[in-house]
């Protein structure tokens, strides 16, 4: 074969898919553009190391990107962005990093954009706006807020990263405000393009209407949140533990909370945990840890019927908001680090899905023991009175949440360490399969926060169509679908 022809057509392939090595291309290139300390090659690093070793699923600490950026500016974001494309290689974003899901916020061999150094936090007292970018923790976010008796709406632990909140956000105040993303107001994002813009109710409203609760890397980056912040005082709230003896009353007094409680500023998240131990038909493997905060001191009688169950441990007690996210203890969300995944579940609560799905979870838990460290079942509670604070704010979020009551379960399956891959699969599809066991019900959106990327939770949205035609619209030539992880929009 005639060498020139073999070399033109190396240069056509190079040309149309990216040069043959895009990871390193792409670096290099960043190196040059944004400067050595911006731009980490060395695996060895300990920044480096840092950013690839925090992640909450343990398992995404595996891959090594062939660098990582930390931009400081959105121009920054924007010149990576285009020498990514133009390099063709892989990349991610990451904020927090505590997203289970493989490739959302990890990269092998490509490009990792840790968001990290791009921190800064503002509160404006005239307008009452927070303003940050998103390298922050939310616990960062609650710590700095408090000092002007105020906060963000945001997760219910502090750990995790501003991710939450392009993906809903549900946090102990939802019932009063709606979701995290409810009060966002005006979001600064690098779309795919490289260009910088400035989302709003008045500007790119489709790609701002996106982006509340559809999900974060679908659209481009967003470099600065501006939100309306909320007044915190002191709460009433604490941690109430039961053992297994209790399971079904401490069940029942939560489907009753779900759909009876009148009081937006009553808020509670409710999680049963089985531990690895031996069941030996005694059930101490079993637990319930229920979180329940109030906003206010005088919380009434709204938690009488948990308070009445007998408990083994009540911390309840006055706290300030940062002291409701530090419980049951500080930085959870950082030492609940495994191999952990995430699934998610949609139900009403007038019929018996709490008890079909608790004993669903409990019976696989019975039947699988020595596949998982740890497995987590959490009731998160949509009341009426959140849905109606999200509807009445920039005409409700991406979920178009239909009128409460009704809730979520968030299902946490941790895996030993050093399971083989045919184990490891083995037990997911299990897992997988005991989750869809369940159903959900019809007409409700799966929450993004809490689901697994197979569950396609875009889907169940009644906006589905809309999404997928923002989408198109923003990532027309499918670089972000093509090149990062993600939800499917398909
Ligand atoms: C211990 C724990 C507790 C949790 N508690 C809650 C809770 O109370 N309420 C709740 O709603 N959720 C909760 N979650 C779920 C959490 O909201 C999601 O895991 C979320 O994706 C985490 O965001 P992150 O920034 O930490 O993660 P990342 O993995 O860094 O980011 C998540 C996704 O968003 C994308 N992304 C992040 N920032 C940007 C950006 N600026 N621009 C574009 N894309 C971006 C990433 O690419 C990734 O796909 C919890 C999770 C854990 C592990
Ligand atoms: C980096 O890549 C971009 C996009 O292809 C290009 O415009 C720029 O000239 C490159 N910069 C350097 C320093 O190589
Ligand atoms: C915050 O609230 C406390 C207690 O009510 C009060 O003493 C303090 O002055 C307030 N701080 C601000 C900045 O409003
Ligand atoms: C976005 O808004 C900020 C003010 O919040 C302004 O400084 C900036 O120039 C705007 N950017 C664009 C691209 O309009
Ligand atoms: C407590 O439980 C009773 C039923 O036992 C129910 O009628 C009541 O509404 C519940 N209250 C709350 C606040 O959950």
């Not at 070399?7 to 090595?21: E, P």
Request: overall charge negative.
């Amino acid at each position: 074969m005639n060498t020139n022809f073999a070399l033109i057509g190396i240069y056509l392939v190079a040309h149309a898919y990216g040069t043959a090595n895009p990871g390193p291309t792409a670096c290099t290139n960043l190196t040059n553009s944004l400067g050595v300390e911006k731009v980490i090659s060395n695996p060895l690093n300990l920044q480096y190391l840092a950013s690839t070793e925090d992640y909450w699923n343990a398992l995404q600490s595996d891959y090594k990107p062939s660098c990582i950026i930390y931009p400081k500016s959105s121009q920054d974001v924007s010149v990576a962005l285009q020498s990514i494309r133009a390099s063709g290689s892989r990349f991610a974003i990451k904020a927090g990093g505590h997203n289970t899901n493989n490739f959302f916020s990890s990269v092998d061999q490509g490009v990792l954009i840790d968001l990290s150094s791009l921190n800064a936090i503002s509160y404006d007292p005239t307008t009452t706006l927070a303003i940050y970018q998103p390298g922050s923790t939310y616990g960062d976010l609650y710590d700095y807020y408090a000092q002007f008796n105020r906060t963000v709406l945001g997760p219910t632990l502090g750990g995790v990263g501003t991710g939450a909140g392009l993906g809903g956000g549900l946090s102990y105040l939802s019932p009063q405000y709606g979701m995290a993303c409810d009060d966002f107001r005006e979001l600064e994002v690098v779309l795919p393009s490289g260009e910088i813009v400035n989302a709003s109710s008045e500007s790119y409203p489709d790609l701002f209407f996106g982006l509340r609760g559809g999900g974060g890397n679908a659209y481009g980056v967003v470099t600065k949140y501006t939100v309306q912040s909320r007044p915190v005082g002191e709460f009433y709230a604490g941690n109430l533990i039961y053992l297994f003896e209790q399971s079904d009353a401490v069940a029942d007094a939560i489907r009753d909370f779900m759909q009876y409680n009148p009081d937006p500023k009553a808020s509670i998240i409710a999680t049963y945990l089985k531990l690895p131990t031996p069941d030996l038909d005694l059930n101490l493997d079993e637990a319930i840890l229920m979180f329940l905060v109030y906003d206010g001191l005088d919380p009434g009688d709204v938690f009488n019927n948990f308070t009445s169950i007998p408990y083994l441990l009540n911390t309840m007690s006055a706290k300030t908001y940062p002291e409701v996210i530090n419980m049951p203890i500080p930085y959870l969300a950082q030492l609940s680090r495994g191999d952990n995944v995430f699934r998610v579940g949609v139900h009403q609560v007038t019929d018996n899905s709490y008890k079909a799905a608790l004993n669903a979870w409990r019976n696989w838990a019975e039947t699988n023991k020595g596949r998982y460290e740890l497995l987590t079942f959490d009731f998160e509670p949509v009341p009426e009175s959140l849905t109606e604070a999200s509807n009445a704010q920039n005409g409700g979020n991406a979920m178009q949440m239909p009128a409460g009551p009704w809730y979520w379960i968030s299902y946490i399956l941790e895996t030993p360490p050093f399971m083989s891959q045919v184990d490891y699969d083995a037990v997911q599809t299990s897992f997988k399969e005991m989750v869809d066991s369940v159903g959900n019900a019809d007409g409700l959106p799966l929450f993004i926060n809490d689901a697994s990327a197979d569950q396609n939770p875009l889907s169940t949205f009644s906006t589905f169509a809309e999404l997928q035609q923002i989408k198109n619209k923003y990532d027309p030539d499918g670089f972000f679908t093509g090149k990062t992880g993600g939800w499917s929009f398909a």
